[in-house]
């Protein structure tokens, strides 16, 4: 196995166990930030400055949803950075703030962010009727592009790039 692929595999192990532990240790919801892009745009620090950014938006969503929030630790690995918090509120309407910051924040479709329930388990967008995330070149919907590599390499990072500028003018 590539050395580089080991490590970032290593590093979304070590995110999953870290959210595994914070919610194993609170009675309330987990959500995980990472970024959401092309391996070499996760770990190059222009993005890792706009990830702080958009992260300190959706804090502000949470605050203005009234949703009590902590900052509970970051990583920032082979995979890039991840943000951590520890959530009360109930599942739907923290989900629907989720992706929400995914949607509506400049730049926010760089991101993905994850909610686990007050029992560690992921809670997906189907599970509370909201529709499949979309594809940031076609908007179809994502997992489609992805599972049939439908978009080249370029469209993706060209699209990447776009999102990039329009998070960075509106955020830094």
């Not at 520890?86 to 703030?97: C, F, M, P, Q, T």
Request: with cysteine; hydrophobic share 35%.
């Amino acid at each position: 196995m590539d050395e580089t692929l080991k490590k970032v595999l290593e590093a979304r192990e070590e995110r999953w166990q870290y959210r595994q532990k914070l919610a194993a240790g609170w009675n309330g919801a987990v959500i995980s930030i990472t970024l959401c892009v092309p391996h070499r745009f996760r770990t190059h620090p222009d993005f890792g400055a706009v990830f702080s950014r958009l992260c300190t938006k959706f804090e502000e969503s949470l605050t203005r949803g009234e949703i009590l929030w902590e900052k509970a630790g970051e990583l920032d690995g082979a995979d890039g950075p991840a943000r951590f918090y520890r959530v009360r509120g109930e599942v739907s309407k923290l989900k629907a703030l989720c992706v929400a910051g995914e949607e509506q924040l400049p730049g926010g479709r760089m991101l993905d962010i994850d909610l686990m329930d007050e029992q560690g388990r992921p809670v997906g967008r189907e599970d509370v009727g909201l529709p499949p995330r979309r594809c940031f070149v076609c908007g179809s919907p994502a997992a489609d592009c992805v599972s049939r590599r439908l978009h080249s390499r370029q469209q993706v990072e060209d699209r990447v790039l776009e999102l990039y500028e329009q998070a960075k003018q509106a955020l830094l």
